[in-house]
C-alpha cells in the first residue's frame, strides 16, 4: 500500500467518524425516543472509534514525515479538548433552560461538533500534503502496515469510552451538584485528558 493511499484512507474513515458523531448529536437533539437514543449513542461510539482509530493513523505519519512527536500528543490531546468544551457548555445551558432541556444541550454541542468538523475539513489539504508515495516495501510503508493491528484497538477503547462517559454527567447530576461544580468535573477529566499524552 502507498504511504499516500494509507493517507488518504485514513482521512476518509476519520472525517466519516467524525460526521456521524456530529449527526448522533444532532439526532440526539431531535428525539427523545428511547430506542432511538439508544441507537444513536451506539453509532456514537462506532464514530467516535473510527474517528480515534483513524486520526490516530493520520498524526502518525504527520509525526514520521517531520519528525515531530509533539504532533502526537497534540491529537490526543483533543478529546480532553472536546471535554472540556462540552463540560461548560452544558451544565449551564442545562441550568438556564431547565434539567429537562437536553436537546438543548445536544443542539450547543452539535453546533460545536459541527464547528470543529468544519475547520478540520478545512484542514484537509494540508493534512493531506506530504512527500512522493513510497511502496509498502520501505519503511514508513512497514511501518503504516504494522500500525493498522496496533491502532485498530483504539477503535474498541473509542467506541467504548464514548459510551460510558456519555452518563457521566447524569451521575453527577444526581449527586446533586450545581452547573458550577459539573462544569469543574468536566474541565477537570477534560484538562486531565489533555495532559496525559504529553506526561
Known amino acids: 500500500?502507498?504511504?499516500?493511499?494509507?493517507?488518504?484512507?485514513?482521512?476518509?474513515?476519520?472525517?466519516?467518524?467524525?460526521?456521524?458523531?456530529?449527526?448522533?448529536?444532532?439526532?440526539?437533539?431531535?428525539t427523545r425516543e428511547t430506542v432511538t437514543l439508544n441507537v444513536a449513542h451506539g453509532l456514537a461510539g462506532l464514530g467516535g472509534g473510527l474517528a480515534f482509530f483513524a486520526g490516530s493513523v493520520q498524526s502518525t505519519q504527520i509525526a514520521q514525515r517531520h519528525s515531530a512527536a509533539g504532533a502526537l500528543g497534540l491529537f490526543y490531546a483533543g478529546p480532553g479538548l472536546g471535554i472540556v468544551f462540552s463540560g461548560l457548555a452544558v451544565?449551564?445551558?442545562?441550568?438556564?433552560?431547565?434539567?429537562?432541556?437536553?436537546?438543548?444541550?445536544?443542539?450547543?454541542?452539535?453546533?460545536?461538533?459541527?464547528?470543529?468538523?468544519?475547520?478540520?475539513?478545512?484542514?484537509?489539504?494540508?493534512?493531506?500534503a506530504g512527500p512522493t508515495p513510497v511502496q509498502a516495501g520501505t519503511k514508513q510503508g512497514r511501518i503504516c502496515s504494522r500500525m493498522i493491528w496496533l491502532l485498530g484497538?483504539?477503535?474498541?477503547?473509542?467506541?467504548?469510552?464514548?459510551?460510558?462517559?456519555?452518563?457521566?454527567?447524569?451521575?453527577?447530576?444526581?449527586?446533586?451538584?450545581?452547573?458550577?461544580?459539573?462544569?469543574?468535573?468536566?474541565?477537570?477529566?477534560?484538562?486531565?485528558?489533555?495532559?496525559?499524552?504529553?506526561?
Open 1 to 30: 500500500m502507498r504511504v499516500r493511499d494509507c493517507a488518504r484512507r485514513a482521512f476518509r474513515t476519520m472525517a466519516a467518524g467524525l460526521w456521524v458523531c456530529v449527526f448522533v448529536l444532532g439526532l440526539c437533539a431531535a
Open 91 to 128: 451544565p449551564v445551558a442545562l441550568k438556564v433552560f431547565g434539567r429537562g432541556s437536553w436537546s438543548i444541550a445536544r443542539t450547543v454541542q452539535a453546533g460545536l461538533a459541527l464547528v470543529l468538523a468544519i475547520v478540520l475539513m478545512c484542514r484537509r489539504a494540508s493534512l493531506r
Open 153 to 199: 484497538g483504539y477503535l474498541i477503547y473509542g467506541a467504548g469510552y464514548v459510551a460510558y462517559m456519555l452518563f457521566m454527567i447524569a451521575w453527577v447530576q444526581d449527586r446533586g451538584r450545581e452547573a458550577g461544580i459539573q462544569a469543574a468535573f468536566w474541565a477537570v477529566i477534560g484538562a486531565a485528558a489533555m495532559a496525559s499524552p504529553w506526561i
